[in-house]
C-alpha cells in the first residue's frame, strides 16, 4: 500500500464518529490491488470489464490476448483492426474504446506508471478521460485501484450511496452531491472511507456499478 492505512483509519475515526463505528465493524481495511505491466493493460482490461460479469469479462479477454499473439499492447490491437476486435467478443462500442485507447496510449495523452506517479489526481482524470469510453467512474477506480491514491471519492459510485445510506440512516438513497459534501471530512482519506462504505453496502470492499 503506498499510504499508511492505520494513520487513515485513526484520523477517519477521530473525525467521524458513525464512520468510525463502521471501521470497527469491517475490520482491517484490505485493498486488492490490480496490478499490471502498463496502464495501457490496466485500463483495457476496465473497459472490458464495464458491464460484464468477470467471468465473461476474463473470457473476452483471453480471447483478445490470444487474438493479439500473446500480449495486449497498443500497437497490437490497432493493426487487429475493428472486425477482429469485434471477433473476439467486444461490442462496437469497446472495440472502438479500446482502438482510441491504443492511439492516445502511443501519442502520450495516457502517461507511463512513471509519469503517472508525478501527476495529481485531477490531471491523470483529465488524461484518462480524453479516452473514449472512459469516465469519471473508470478514472477513479484506476487512481484507487492500479495507482493506491489515498484520497478518491467516487460519489456516483452505487456502492458509495447505498454504504453511505445504511450508515447515516438516510431513508432515501442520497445523491452523490450529498455524500461529496459530507465527504470533506474525510480528506485526505477517502479512499479508505470509500472502502468502508463498499463493506457497508454489501461486505465486499468492492465497487457497486
Partial sequence: ?????????????????????????????????????????????????????????ATIEARLVATLGGGLTPQGVLAAGLDRLRGVGLSRAKSLALQDLAGRTLDGTIPSFRKLSRMSDDTIVEHLTQVRGIGLWTAQMFLIFSLARPDVMPAQDLGVRKGFQLL????????????????????PWRTVATWYLWRAADGTGKPIT
Fill in 1 to 57: 500500500m503506498a499510504f499508511d492505512a492505520q494513520v487513515a483509519i485513526r484520523a477517519l475515526t477521530k473525525s467521524d464518529p458513525v464512520l468510525g463505528r463502521a471501521i470497527r465493524q469491517h475490520g482491517v481495511f484490505a485493498l486488492k490491488l490490480r496490478h499490471g505491466r502498463t496502464p495501457f493493460s490496466l485500463l483495457t482490461r476496465a473497459v472490458i470489464n464495464q458491464q460484464l460479469s468477470n467471468k465473461a469479462a
Fill in 168 to 187: 447515516y440512516g438516510h431513508r432515501e438513497l442520497p445523491s452523490a452531491q450529498s455524500v461529496l459534501s459530507h465527504a470533506e471530512i474525510w480528506r
